[in-house]
């Protein structure tokens, strides 16, 4: 169960952690004079000294000193300050401290012909608008702290009375950059977590320093609206609900409540100081049209520091919490917590443009080196007794495995299994399809693949396999040298002797050929075998955006590269498959054997093949070869488009285009025919057609266009599905179209027989439509289609995908 609560961990995002110090403490707990309950993001100050804290989600506070005698103040927005007067010579607790909150003053808001609640927006919203002008680059230091609760039972052990009990805790110091228009770069100084989570999953990939004094807040995957928005006059009705004195400074308790029950917003309170028109303070919750997994609560509190004439970020709460009933049976909890403290800023300083380079968050080479000094002399946010007794009992639980504390059976059985997983996913591996995979042609694969760095800039690869079915020896050999500090260009040069694909491997990758093969015989590769080589130079632009473990890419790249390789037909060689045995696999095509050498290229810009990068991307490839001039056994050339485009049409509403086009000129051999990509055995990759058969229409030329319109939830929060998964179910209308066709230049140089050809001209168009319902168990989407041509009546099919977000 703990494997399956780290998953949603994973899902959710995580963050790093650490262990306890002790000199002289001083613990205190702040509260409301008037409630009682604690407050959040007091701020604890040594008078005289820069040196502080914050008081937790509880208002507990954790000083390390030394002995001496101290002056402390105690402020907190809304409510006096306090000051204490200490002598420390040890540990010490003090009484609840108690804040009395700020006189009450109704009567300091002056009533006008304009409503004065929009009116002070107004003028919040033109100081934003001034700063965002104004501010060109800042630093700043930042903490964050990601705590995970679940149920007793869940977590098998119990650190406390309640029926919560932490399973995981990750803690970061970090470096954080900002320069305009929105580019961030943090780097992980120092990271620490419990011993149940390895440090490559800390890491900061909430965000680097939320505020929710921007325009939209990105939480969950969502970008949702926050009342400082340009258009937040028109969006939210505001309100004020309080005004306050403390000593001179007049501080306003304003609501905003959102206008739409459709887009996806924040709203909830805002303290404003009026006088220069900034908020000081907010405490918000997505609106019921944020489709949050598993029915989670969520809430977003913020604290805002002057730096300067500037208004900054400086405490973030992020708490949820949700639960999963599973079959009635199971209903395990998780509560997350997320708090950021930010500081040291500075503003319009010096930024290297370089930083902006690297992935947006990177991670210094002594971040993992456990630092007692640094970590004592840096607490921000010191761990609450529950915490540091959690790091204890994680610990003992990893290491005891006999002890009470220890993980159940089946978790001590799996669990080294899915941590060699993971690891045969980062570096120095190349990921498990170069240690086992299956298709018809070589059948099972068994091999390893290594890539690191090496000389600083350099970087090799090795690959070696052998296929049982087809009894070849597979391997790969590859050197690349970095130009440039930071790898944005690159030259190298690869050889290999491996199983080519003709069609584009990012739509089915090898793993699911893998599960598909084994499962039913359901191949969607066409192969051939390729023995040879290439040269190549890249260069890239922008941040690298994470992709997966082991891979980052940039939006902008371009690749120049020289082939020479020796291609030859490859047969299907096994039948096997788990179920299935009186189907036989799709034979694979033949193609002209030969020795091809040609110039290729690739160009992307806000485009990647392995996941959509941003709301418009295009990615053009071009290949050359020629007789004379390369004295390659093929004369052609070829080049495709690949466009996708996302845009809003309604607030609530967006349309997802995709167009993907190939020309070609010359005698065309078929190991370069283009394939419409479509779905297999009922499963379909976004932009796919879902009523064609696999590998049905092939060509030398070709154009495909498919566009799906989300109407999100027609009824926001009504149409949402209990127990297991509680997500809005969104609604999507899809079509497609397509050509593909043979020049009769390579018509006549192959002679090739496929479907394509037997069709007359009419019939080389192909269209369908259909509806979907996305994020169903918030992971799935389910269409159904109608296939419109080549039959006498639609042909509907359904297929299940991966949701789309």
Known sequence: MRIFITTLVLFLCCIGAGTAQKTIALRARVIDADSATGLRFATIRLQGTTKGTFTDRQGYFLLRLAKGDYTITISMVGYSQKQLTLSLDRDTTLADIAMQPMELRTEEVVVTAKDPARALMEAVLATKERQRNAVNTYSYSLYSKFVFATDTLTSRRSDSKEDSTIFAILETFSKGYYSSPDRYFNQIIRRRQTANLTPQTNILVVGTNISAYEDKVAILGDELVTPFHPDALDLYTFTIEKTYRENKRLLVKVKAKANSSVRKMLEGTLLIEPDSAVPVSVRLT?????????????????????????????????????????????NPRLDFSLENIASDYEINVPVDDELFEQRRVEVAPAADVYDTTFWRSNAVMPLKIEEEQAYTAIQTAQEVQDSVAAEGLINQIFAPVVRVLNSVGRRPFTGFEDIFRFNRVHGAYLGMGLRDTVFNSWEATIKSGYGISDQRWYGELGVRHFLDKIGKFSIGANGWRRLQRRDNPYIIPASGITFFSLLAKNDYGDYFYGDGGELFFEAGWGQLRFIRQNLSVRPTTLRFSLLSEYQTTAMRTTDFAFFGKNRSYRENPAIFDGTMRSIMVEANWNHSPFRRLSNFGVRMTGEYSDKNFLFS????????????????????????????????????????????????ASTAAQGVFRSMAVKEFYGDNMIAIRADHSFGEVIPGILRIPNLASFGVEFIASGALGWSGFSEKTQLYTGTILPTTERSPDERFYGEAGIGFNRLLLLFRVDVSARFTQRSTPQIVFTLSAATF
């Open 286 to 330: 997505p609106t019921k049209a944020v489709q949050l997994p598993l029915d989670a609560s969520l809430r977003f509190e913020q604290t805002f520091t002057k730096i300067g004439q500037y208004i900054m970020p400086e405490g973030l709460a992020l708490e949820g919490s949700f639960s999963v009933n599973l079959l009635w049976l199971l």
């Open 633 to 680: 056994d093929y004369s052609f050339s070829q080049a495709t488009l690949d466009i996708w485009l996302r845009t809003p049409t309604l607030p609530a509403w967006r349309l997802d285009l995709r167009i993907m086009a190939g020309a070609s000129q010359g005698e065309v051999p078929p190991q370069r025919f283009f394939s419409f990509e479509t779905a297999l």
